[in-house]
């Protein structure tokens, strides 16, 4: 396979001013006649002879230049492209016929068939599987669509932009036509046609412009669209407010599907949603799910600015709508809900999932340099990070800063394909400032690591912190260079309260330092007395942070500093360290002690009931065991990592019983179930203390959780019950499984949970479970979600079992791995992405993932898209 890489970047030789396609759907043979008007690029002073367009599996029927049919001396076909030989040198019309098979489509790549409904995928490049194009961003086209179906199979038609026409056909069928005012990429295009119920509401934009807004999902499913059509609205409003944008059209249409590949899809007018984040209803969707539904249904909307009205150039730009987009999506929540607690969600999910990739051999800059597949791309890096450099820049110019950059980007760019560079140009153009050395950021990969130290001088009154950065080593990364880290922070005086800080005479603006070189020196006058250092606050930029507290200093933090993520932060850190200690006193054997002091602390918040119920249950969740081994690095044993978490737990459970039980009992939220976030909070909490109390084998928590396995009435204490009980095992979690089973099983996304849940157990018999869930009537492995469901959680989620030291998990997942390959290489390559933390196992382990990983390196038909992974992983 072929490495592409962005230094090679060249305009197409050719635009498509206009696409009219018509889309006469059958689930064997479609055919797609296009009508293109190319142009050939006026940018450029050479005028090409040959037009190359993009194709994949497609079988060519005719190609016509002007009306006359081209003859076959001047075609070229590969797999992979259609060349046509002697263009003329103006603009012209070209026609082709073509046929695809979406009921052979199992990759869930262009447009395929899903349960009954046909529905589109083409992002990143799906849609040269649909008809020959030139499928790259930076061609923008504007289109309009027929399609024509049988009318009692395929009652509604849909795809971007406005309705324009519809009418019946003879022999039952139909047709439709839609055009989209607004020209876009082929990757933003959609196509949806089935029997599909629907569910419709409007809005009002702040300008005065009526917007239709529909949810399509399978008939039946109605009533579970309420929440999804309240976030869509919400998300709506809030754009406006906050970013002054409004949606550009008169309707806004969702789908929701059962098979695809990842969440959701952002095609103009059109989403695509994987039903999971669309359905929900109170007995059947958790908190959680609540939560994850609005957060995407806004990210995907977010898209209609940031992605779709300004693009990305080419595929190496992706940061600049999802980094961008996930930044926006997380500020929407944070409005939403509790900014701390979605602050602390994202830095968690953050540390552990992309600092992962970050110091591994999958690591890449947020703006990569080169790849093979670009599904693969679609990172944690890419989202996560990228966002939050976002965020970082948004920290840097101060909230009206960035939104003034923000306008100024979208005066400028409305309507075109751009760079990075022009993102961090129009931010720092908006405000007089030269932002230029962030772009370091998104071109270096690793994780820096922030050094701190502090000391205090009694005669000046004054306290010096030194920071100074390094990045770690990693396989093949030149030598990287100091980027700009701007670091909030506070000093804490002897009762707690904050000192102000002043530098060279002057405050400094909201406790942010930029630390802009190795290293610097930053003196703060006038402190009475030494400080206690409240450092990285609101995780003001994506390090990892050494800052050599003392314990009893962190304890401080935890219980007293006046910034609510620092408590939490602090905790982490010092729970991250303890459970480290344990696990290695375990491993050589040692008797390990559980220090007193920091269980106390973290008592004294779960039970204060001044602090947000959400926010004393994200207090309470330990640093997971895959933290752990990251944080380890090397020579890591799971099975130590598992005791000495589980030792931990129940020592908390144990020592805090009484405080658990009382908070459990005056948390009880107000009935009905109510999904917003404040009754949320109070169930995250119960939940916490229940699971904590189970572990600490209180009886009154493991009495409370049997009987909520039976009367919950709502989805999350019903799972919640469930899941404590898999703590616990034995009669009553086999039991409360049955029940659970038997209930849902009639409900895909509901009997999914079960599925992961068995699949993430971390007790010995999980290997054999597994085998017996992928033979389960329900699972299915052309199902993504299934296989996120059993393969995913085992893989990704449960860190002794995958690992566990007979190899039989890594077995397991290579040979998934292999036979999902044969029909969907993304969903292959997402799953075997789980080994990549491999060599940082003992050397036992180590051997065995290497020989799994070698046997799939060694066969023949490996997509480029799993070679990718593999081959790096394998280094
Ligand atoms: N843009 C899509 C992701 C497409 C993934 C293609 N492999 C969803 C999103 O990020 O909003
Ligand atoms: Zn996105």
Redesign the pocket.
Same mark, same amino acid.
């Given at each position: 396979p072929k490495q592409i890489y962005l230094k090679d970047y060249a305009p197409p030789a050719f635009l498509i001013s206009e696409t009219y396609l018509d889309v006469v759907l059958d689930p064997a043979e479609t055919r797609v006649k296009s009508r293109l008007s190319v142009v050939p690029n006026p940018a450029l002073k050479r005028r090409a002879t040959e037009i190359k367009l993009d194709g994949e599996l497609l079988r060519l029927l005719r190609v016509c230049i002007d009306g006359a049919p081209v003859d076959e001396q001047r075609l070229v076909a590969t797999d992979k492209d259609l060349t046509i030989r002697d263009v003329p040198a103006k603009p012209f019309t070209l026609e082709i016929e073509t046929i695809c098979d979406p009921a052979a489509n199992k990759a869930l790549s262009g447009l395929y068939l899903s349960r009954g409904v046909y529905c589109t995928q083409c992002e990143a490049e799906g849609f040269r599987r649909i008809t020959y194009y030139l499928d790259r961003p930076d061609v923008l086209s504007k289109f309009r669509v027929r399609i024509e179906g049988v009318k009692p199979d395929t009652p509604v038609l849909l795809s971007n932009g406005n309705l324009v026409q519809t009418g019946d056909l003879p022999g039952k069928r139909h047709f439709a036509v839609w055009e989209d005012p607004f020209p876009k990429p082929s990757y933003l295009f959609a196509l949806v046609a089935g029997k599909l119920a629907m569910v419709e509401d409007s809005i009002m934009t702040r300008s005065g412009r009526a917007v239709t807004l529909r949810i399509y999902v399978e008939p039946g499913k109605e009533d579970r669209c309420d929440w999804a059509m309240k976030s869509l609205k919400r998300a709506m409003r809030w754009d406006e407010d906050r970013f002054g944008l409004e949606y550009d059209l008169d309707m806004f249409m969702i789908v929701a599907v059962s098979d695809f590949n990842m969440g959701a899809m %952002?095609n103009k007018g059109l989403n695509v949603f994987n039903d999971a984040l669309i359905l929900a209803r109170p007995d059947t969707a958790t908190d959680s799910d609540y939560e994850r539904i609005e957060g995407v249904i806004a990210? %995907?909307y977010f898209?209609n600015w940031t992605?779709n009205r300004v693009t990305c150039r080419d595929w190496f730009q992706l940061c600049l709508?999802?980094g961008l987009?996930?930044f926006r999506d997380q500020e929407f929540t944070a409005d939403q809900r509790s900014a701390v607690v979605k602050r602390i969600e994202d830095v968690r999910w953050l540390r552990s999932m992309q600092f992962t990739e970050d110091a591994g051999p999958l690591a890449h800059p947020v703006r990569p340099s080169s790849f093979i597949e670009i599904n693969n791309f679609y990172t944690r890096t890419v989202?996560n990070k990228g966002a939050e450099l976002c965020r970082m820049l948004q920290t840097v110019l101060g909230r009206d800063g960035f939104r003034k950059g923000l306008d100024l980007y979208f005066d400028r760019h409305d309507g075109q394909a751009v760079t990075v560079e022009d993102f961090v140009s129009a931010l720092g153009d908006a405000n007089g400032a030269d932002l230029s050395a962030y772009l370091l950021w998104y071109n270096q990969a690793g994780t820096p690591t922030l050094d701190a130290r502090l000391s205090y001088s009694e005669g000046a009154k004054e306290a010096r912190l030194t920071l100074s950065q390094t990045f770690p080593d990693l396989p093949g990364q030149p030598k990287r260079k100091a980027v700009p880290i701007p670091v909030k922070l506070g000093l804490l005086g002897p009762n707690g309260g904050e000192i102000p800080l002043e530098v060279e005479g002057k405050p400094v603006d909201g406790g942010l330092v930029v630390l802009s070189k190795k290293k610097e020196v930053f003196t703060f006058e006038k402190v009475g007395s030494r400080p206690v250092l409240s450092l990285l606050r609101d995780f003001s930029a994506p390090v990892n942070l050494n800052a050599g507290a003392r314990d009893k200093d962190m304890l401080t933090l935890i219980r007293a500093d006046t910034d609510l993520f620092n408590r939490w932060q602090n905790a982490q850190a010092f729970a991250l360290k303890h459970i480290v200690a344990l696990a290695s006193a375990n491993a050589k054997g040692e008797n390990a002690r559980v220090e007193p002091r920091f269980v106390a602390a973290v008592g004294e918040v779960a039970d204060d009931d001044t602090l947000e119920h959400a926010y004393r249950a994200a207090f309470l969740a330990l640093p997971s065991e895959s933290d752990v081994a990251l944080a380890i690095g090397e020579n890591v044993d799971p099975e130590a990592i598992h005791q000495a978490r589980t030792l931990l737990r129940a020592a908390m459970g144990k020592s805090l019983r009484a405080i658990l039980e009382s908070v459990y009992e005056r948390s009880a939220p107000a009935e009905p179930y109510n999904p917003d976030a404040e009754s949320a909070g109070r169930r995250a909490l119960r939940q916490s203390a229940l699971s904590l109390l189970a572990a600490g084998k209180s009886r009154f928590g493991i009495a409370r959780v049997k009987e909520q396995a039976k009367t919950a009435t709502n989805m999350t204490e019903s799972f919640g019950a469930l899941s404590i009980l898999s703590q616990v095992g034995g009669e009553a979690y086999d039991q409360a499984l049955q029940r659970f089973h038997r209930r849902w099983k009639d409900e895909p996304l509901v009997i999914n949970k079960w599925f992961a849940l068995q699949a993430s157990s971390p007790s010995p018999d999980t290997l054999a479970r597994v085998a017996d869930l992928v033979a389960n009537p329900l699972f299915s492995i052309q199902n993504p979600n299934r296989v996120r469901s059993v393969y995913g959680a085992f893989a990704h989620g449960n860190q002794v079992r995958f690992n566990d030291a007979s190899g039989a998990g890594y077995d397991l997942i290579a040979n998934a791995v292999i036979e999902i390959d044969g029909f969907n290489p993304q969903m292959a390559s997402r799953l075997v992405g789980a080994f990549e933390s491999w060599r940082i196992f003992e050397p036992k382990r180590r051997a065995l993932a290497g020989k799994a990983l070698g046997r799939i390196l060694d066969r023949k038909e490996l997509s480029p898209d799993v070679f990718e992974i593999v081959s790096k992983i394998v280094g």
């Open positions: %952002e990210h %995907e898209h992605g709508k999802e987009t996930v989202y």
